[in-house]
């Protein structure tokens, strides 16, 4: 695990039952709450260490460096906590302008309208192009 | 339950193990993410419903009108779900400027600065006027 020496700001934090605590990202240009994911500790500690988020990805269970695929990847301009010490907030420049795998800038691009979730956000890149290996 | 007629909306997401889905309120006028919490699908219906965010306490494991005690309730003006249907982004007015019950306007008040945990941000109202039969 790469971490810096003091770890106490690690220590500090609530991890669940699942050591891991919930990360938003907000875009620092267009203030845009872009994504919210999950972080262990090394995910954490490797988001500080290499400037960039580095989340916990639950359904692969694995390190997930946002971005490594699709170049997307999310720099660290800010990183704060809540006063449960349960979620940490993230302030962060998007590269590409886009957070979402479907192409879109914030992962909340669907919206509640008379009852009926909505899609509201237009789509910026082309997942095919974002993707390109994939099928 | 207290629900819309149309519940298909309530279907479509992702409730985690425990029925909850993470929810972000972000103010609407100064863009600060306030804070992060949780909702089952009763407290989701009733925020739709009463037009205010009401919450799942999992400490207490009973619903949170948020605001119910301390009056700084929070107004929705807009629901949105992610592309994972496991979050809800809640764009609110927060009533009395302040969200957390430290008095602050956000409960990410603390900032990661050299290593440490930094508290940055003022408390705008003390903890004991805003909740008056708390010793």
Redesign the interface.
């Known amino acids: 695990m790469v971490e ?1 020496n ?1 770890q ?2 690690l220590d ?1 934090i609530n991890w669940n039952d699942d050591g891991l605590i ?1 990360a ?1 990202a ?1 875009d620092k240009e267009s ?1 845009k ?1 872009l ?2 994911a999950w972080m262990n500790r090394e995910a954490l500690a490797l988001t ?1 260490a290499e400037g960039r988020a580095v989340y916990w990805s639950r359904s692969r269970q694995g390190l997930w460096r946002k971005g490594e695929q699709s170049g997307h990847i999310q720099s660290i301009e ?7 010490k349960d ?1 940490i ?1 993230l302030t962060v420049t998007q590269h590409g302008g886009v957070a ?3 192409g879109r800038h914030s ?6 309208d008379g ?3 909505t899609i509201t956000d237009p789509v910026l890149k082309d997942p095919k192009d974002i993707y390109p290996d994939k099928k």
Chains 1, 2 share one sequence.
Do not use: M, P, S
Request: aromatic share 12%; charged share 20%; with cysteine.
């Open positions: 810096n003091n106490a700001w500090e919930a938003i907000q203030g709450v994504t919210l500080l800010e990183l704060r906590l809540d006063c449960d979620a907030l979402c795998h479907t992962c909340f691009y669907t919206k509640l009852g009926n979730w």
